[in-house]
T-cell receptor
Framework: GNSVTQMEGPVTLSEEAFLTINCTYT??????LFWYVQYPGEGLQLLLK?????DKGSNKGFEATYRKETTSFHLEKGSVQVSDSAVYFC?????????????FGQGTTLQVKP | DGGITQSPKYLFRKEGQNVTLSCEQN?????MYWYRQDPGQGLRLIYY???????QKGDIAEGYSVSREKKESFPLTVTSAQKNPTAFYLC?????????????FGEGSWLTVV
């Protein structure tokens, strides 16, 4: 079945460091891919998405490129801030059945220290 | 403001009781979803509804029930049959079900069994 695998956390960085959170997926067909962010005690917010191969999603300095050949959607940011501390979820939306259901990775906690 | 409202934010339940979590959206979205989140884990789909008066089981539907009598409302009942109900519950919606459509989340409800 379809699945998403993220790098284990927590990831601890100093402010202004470069961030990479790895995400790989297994899916039939061509799913859409998403990154969501969750701040403590809150719901999830969409960070960015890509709907086809080679698409690059970007928002608030974060970027991720849909790589079909490596089945990956790694999240990157050039210079993190303390306010970026949160849990980041990679997810895919199944194409088959047209249900729009999301399948999530287990989440990666990012801690940014001043 | 447009969005998804979940209530209550915190709920305590005694063993053997049923409880209902409310979810209301004013986004005019057709599709609505309920996810469960356990500490340190990703989200798992409980139920989803693609249109009014219709809903389907997700991956972990046992011990839960839903209704979709109105477009804007999708309440979740956690029954006494749910063996381990303590979790964070997230309601979500999208304009319509389909891969690539953005799913928006509410702020979540914490349910604790005492």
């Amino acid at each position: 079945g379809n699945s998403v695998t993220q790098m284990e956390g927590p990831v601890t960085l100093s402010e202004e460091a470069f961030l990479t959170i790895n995400c790989t997926y297994t899916a039939t067909g061509y799913p859409s891919l998403f990154w969501y962010v969750q701040y403590p005690g809150e719901g999830l917010q969409l960070l960015l998405k890509a709907t086809k191969a080679d698409d690059k999603g970007s928002n608030k300095g974060f970027e991720a490129t849909y790589r079909k050949e490596t089945t990956s959607f790694h999240l990157e940011k050039g210079s993190v801030q303390v306010s970026d501390s949160a849990v980041y979820f990679c997810a895919l939306s199944e194409n088959s059945g047209n249900t729009g259901k999301l399948i999530f990775g287990q989440g990666t906690t990012l801690q940014v220290k001043p | 403001d447009g969005g998804i409202t979940q209530s209550p934010k915190y709920l305590f339940r005694k063993e053997g009781q049923n409880v209902t979590l409310s979810c209301e959206q004013n986004l005019n979205h057709d599709a609505m979803y309920w996810y469960r989140q356990d500490p340190g884990q990703g989200l798992r789909l409980i139920y989803y509804s693609q249109i009014v008066n219709d809903f389907q089981k997700g991956d972990i539907a046992e011990g839960y029930s839903v209704s979709r009598e109105k477009k804007e409302s999708f309440p979740l009942t956690v029954t006494s049959a749910q063996k381990n109900p303590t979790a964070f519950y997230l309601c979500a919606s999208s304009s319509h079900a389909g891969s690539g459509n953005t799913i928006y989340f509410g702020e979540g409800s914490w349910l604790t069994v005492v």
